[in-house]
């Protein structure tokens, strides 16, 4: 059974940052073999891609209102996946989720959530105005 940990939520003031992290465990899981992504969630509403990352890491995706704000990067030797925040808003309160996927070419990636096989139990972001 994969288990996906995220830390480093919490509450923070308009223009602070956050580093968010996601550490995966198992027995039998190559991390590496998956596609990493970020979701945000926030009441009411569907789940939103803010970032995917491909298994070698060196191929990245972010929507639109993250861009030049947030980077997802990923540890492969230590299992973990990383989303820097940096001058966060009030509307990116939200649940963030972290999520793994299979992928069978190393740059790739996913941004569709039915494409993911596994989910951390999400993280509070709130920023406050």
């Known amino acids: 059974q994969v288990q996906l940990v995220e830390s480093g939520g919490g509450s923070v003031q308009a223009g602070g940052s956050l580093r968010l992290s996601c550490a995966a465990s198992?027995?039998?899981?190559?991390?590496?073999?998956?596609?990493m992504v970020w979701f945000l969630q926030a009441p009411a509403k569907e789940r939103v891609c803010v970032a995917a990352?491909?298994?070698?890491?060196?191929?990245?995706y972010y929507t639109d209102s993250v861009k030049g704000r947030f980077t997802i990067s990923r540890d492969n030797a230590k299992n973990t996946v990383y989303l820097q925040m940096n001058s966060l808003k009030p509307e990116d309160t939200a649940v963030y989720y972290c999520?793994?996927?299979?992928?069978?070419?190393?740059?790739?990636?996913?941004?569709?959530?039915?494409?993911?096989?596994?989910w951390g139990q999400g993280t509070q972001v709130t920023v406050s105005s």
């Open positions: 999520a793994a996927g299979r992928i069978y070419y190393s740059r790739s990636y996913y941004t569709a959530p039915d494409r993911y096989d596994y």
């Open positions: 990352i491909s298994g070698s890491g060196d191929n990245t």
């Open positions: 198992a027995r039998t899981f190559t991390f590496s073999s998956h596609g």
